[in-house]
Structure formats: C-alpha cells, structure tokens
C-alpha cells in the first residue's frame, strides 16, 4: 500500500490527499508533526533530506519528496482519470498554469507568512536550513497573493476549471493556494472573484475537498 507522510493542517500534504483521493487510491497516512519539528528528526531526514512534506512511499519502497513528483508517479501508474491530461494540448495548458500557481500563488503566500509569522523567525524558507526574515517580502507577498486572486478570477471566467474543461492538478493547486490564503488574511470576495467563487463552490461538492 502506498504511504503518505503528512501534516494535517499544511497545505503542501493537502495536495497530495486530494490527487490521492481524485484518484481513488488508499494509502496509509502516518503523521508528521512540523510543530514539534519532527520533520528536522534523524527519522525523517532519512525519508525526506530535504525536512518536507508530503512524502509518497510507492508499494515498491520509492521515496517521492514533493507534489510534482508523486503527481507524475501517480499519473503514470494511475492514468484514470487523467489529471494531467490526455491530449498534448491539454498537458501543455495544464503544466502551464500549474507552474504559474506554484509560482504566483504557492511561492507568494510562503512569501507572505514565512517573512512575517512570530513563529517562523529565522524560517524564512522552508527545509533544513535557516534563513532569516525579511518584512519587506512579507509585503510584496501579500501583494503577489491578491494579484495571484485576480489571475484566477479572470481564468474562470472563462473556464468551467483553471486549465480548461477537466479537473486537473491546476485545480487541486489552486483550491489549496486560494483556502490557505486566509492565515495572510486574504480571501476572494463576491464582487471581485465572483468566478473563482463559482469554481470553489463547485469544488466544495467534490468529495476529495474532505480530506
């Protein structure tokens, strides 16, 4: 069975539960508590070197250490239902604007809360080592997340889901990028997002949305 390692309430493992359960796979989760600092452990630094989460342990002991890895095992292992997508197009548009969240949306809300959070001073960026804060960055973050908001709204408005008209990794990035924007004190609001607040509520009924 495939091995999850965890934290419940990060945002980064919460990617991998969805595409896991999008997917239809069980697995077997074992938690990893970064408020403790476990993940900095001998224990876990022989799993992830890199002291992150999620980690996928494969039913033939592979170790994958971030999302875009365990989306490709997945995808390659997995191909039903395609969230990667089918055709060269589709994959293209979808690798595009996963790249983009990550950039845009992920990248900016790390930015924001690592630069500005009390409990993450000289934790400015994620992994085994220590840099300091930087409040400036902490600004601009927050800058690049309410951009990252308008980015998505203008997308669905045109577009039943981000990258066309599937469900694919593009939206299981965003609805995880969108929900943790709220520890920035961010969220969309009804009249200036009222598309990306179409998209989360249809998100909201997918069963894969309560892991």
Not at 13 to 37: C, F, S, W
Not at 110 to 118: G, V
């Amino acid at each position: 069975m495939l091995t999850l390692y965890d934290f419940a309430t990060a945002p980064s493992p919460r990617r991998a539960r969805i595409l896991l359960a999008e997917k239809g796979l069980p697995y077997e989760a074992v938690q990893v508590d970064l408020r403790t600092g476990e993940q900095f452990g001998q224990a876990y630094r022989q799993i992830n070197p890199q002291c992150l989460v999620p980690t996928l342990r494969t039913e033939d002991g592979l170790l994958l250490t971030n999302n875009a890895a365990i989306a490709a095992y997945l995808e390659a292992r997995y191909p039903d239902p395609p969230l990667l997508g089918r055709t060269p197009e589709e994959k293209a548009e979808i690798a595009s604007w996963s790249w983009r969240i990550e950039v845009e949306g992920m990248l900016a809300l790390a930015e924001a809360l690592r630069n500005s959070a009390p409990a993450m001073v000289n934790r400015a960026l994620p992994g085994p080592v220590d840099y300091p804060q930087i409040p400036e960055l902490a600004q601009r973050g927050a800058a690049r997340v309410r951009q990252f908001l308008a980015t998505l709204n203008e997308q669905l408005a045109k577009h039943e889901f981000v990258a066309g008209g599937a469900l694919s990794v593009a939206d299981i990035a965003a609805v995880v990028s969108v929900d943790y924007a709220r520890v920035v004190r961010i969220k969309p609001d009804e009249q200036a997002h009222p598309h990306l607040l179409r998209w989360r509520a249809a998100m909201a009924l997918r069963p894969s949305m309560s892991v």
